[in-house]
C-alpha cells in the first residue's frame, strides 16, 4: 500500500530537504519556491496553511488600526520576518519598528532589538505557536510587546503581553474584546467590531 498521497503536488516539485543540523535563517533568502510566509522555527521551516476570512480581515482591521494610530517615526510592518537568531526566523502577522530600522529596499528581515511590537492572529494551525513557541522566543529576545488575537465567538479578541525585562517573560496586561484602547508602546485606540 502506498503512502503517496492522494492529492499530491505536481510530480515534478521537490520538497526541500534538511540539511544535517537544520536549516539556518539565511537559507529562507536562498531556497527556491518556498511557499509564501514560510517561517523558521528551530532549524526547521514552517509552511502556512490557507488563511480563513477572519485572519485577513483581523490583519487588515489591526494593520490599518495601527497605521492611523502610530506616531510618525514607526513603521508598520506586514509579511516579514524577525532574525530571532541562527535557527528562528519566524513571520509575525504585524510589527511596529521604528522607520530608522528600514535599511534598504531590499531587506527580508529586521532584528528583535528593533521591534516594539509583534503581533500574532491564530489560526487552527498556528494555535501551539502562537500560544506557547512564538512567545517564548519573542520575550527571549527581548520583544517589549506581544499581541496574541484568538478568534472567539466570530470575533478577534486581543491578548496584550508586556515584556518583564528581568526574567524575559510576558506578563498579560489586557484583553481587549470590542476595543483595543491602549497607551504603550503608544496611544492606540482600535475598534474591534469595525468592519473594514
Known sequence: MSAAREDAQDDRYTWPRPPVGGWTADDLDRLPDLPPHTELIDGSLV????QADFHMA???LLEHG????????????REM?????????PE????????????????TWYDPEVLLLAVEITSPDS????REVKPLKYARAGIPHYWRVEHINDAPVVYVYELDPASRTYAVTG???KQLKLDRP????IDLTADV
Do not use: G, W
Not at 503608544?186 to 485606540?189: C, H, K, L, P, R
Open 58 to 60: 483581523t490583519l487588515r
Open 81 to 89: 520576518t524577525i532574525r530571532l537568531d541562527r535557527r528562528n526566523r
Open 92 to 107: 509575525p502577522d504585524l510589527m511596529v519598528v521604528p522607520r530608522s530600522a528600514r535599511k534598504t529596499r531590499r531587506q
Open 175 to 177: 484583553i481587549h474584546h
Open 47 to 50: 509552511f502556512m496553511s490557507p
Open 186 to 189: 503608544f496611544a492606540i485606540d
Open 66 to 77: 495601527l497605521v492611523a494610530c502610530a506616531p510618525k517615526d514607526l513603521y508598520i510592518v
Open 127 to 130: 494555535e501551539e505557536r502562537d
